[in-house]
């Protein structure tokens, strides 16, 4: 019994774990490549993001989006990043029950 109970206990934290973590879509909508920095934590890493293109940032709970000469932005659950007219842009995605 209690070999079952161990890998149980960690594939529920496992589970617990993952669904903490959240999807944020950063879109590029202008005709320029920027580099955006996003931090989350004590970790922060820069995305170069191409004209017209758009990526996936995986987020366990808030992260920060800075564009130089941009502005910044905190987004977390399913939440939309725009680079706009050379701007940061958020919208929040609110899901239907």
Known sequence: MRRLVVPLLALLVLIFAAAAAHAIELRNEDTRAYTVRVSTGKTSQELRMAARSASIVVCVSTCHFRLRGGGQVKASG????????????RRVVVKAD
Request: no cysteine.
């Open 78 to 89: 399913d939440d939309v990043i725009s680079i706009r007219d050379q701007k940061l842009v």
